[in-house]
Nanobody
């Protein structure tokens, strides 16, 4: 059982930056780490992911503004979010995935972007 805790969310203005962190209770080596978000009244959507070979994938809405990274030694994942928009307002979740057979989710962190 792996526990995840996100941090770094908050309330910011349009154009600001935030860096989210996802701390795991154990090693993340070999796992794919992904960030999802869910806005009020909308379905949860994939924002970005990074696999064990550091291959990254981004949603079209955030490509060029967000950067996903990981530190296996510290068991932590990151989501650097720049040029934030009002539409980025959501609860952000991190997920660890083991080859599609096992997954763990964090409780989420709120990001609110206002104009």
């Amino acid at each position: 059982q792996v526990q995840l805790v996100e941090s770094g969310g908050g309330s910011v203005q349009v154009g600001d930056s935030l860096r989210l962190s996802c701390a795991a209770s154990g090693t993340i080596f070999g796992w794919t780490l992904a960030w999802y978000r869910q806005a009020p009244g909308k379905q949860r959507e994939l924002v970005a992911s990074i696999n064990q070979r550091e291959m990254r994938n981004y949603a079209d809405a955030v490509r060029g503004r967000f950067t996903v990274s990981r530190d296996n030694a510290k068991g932590t994942g990151f989501l650097q979010m720049n040029s934030l928009k009002v539409d980025d307002t959501a609860v952000y979740y991190c997920k660890l995935d083991w080859k599609g057979t096992e997954e763990y989710w964090g409780p989420g962190t709120q990001v609110t972007v206002s104009s």
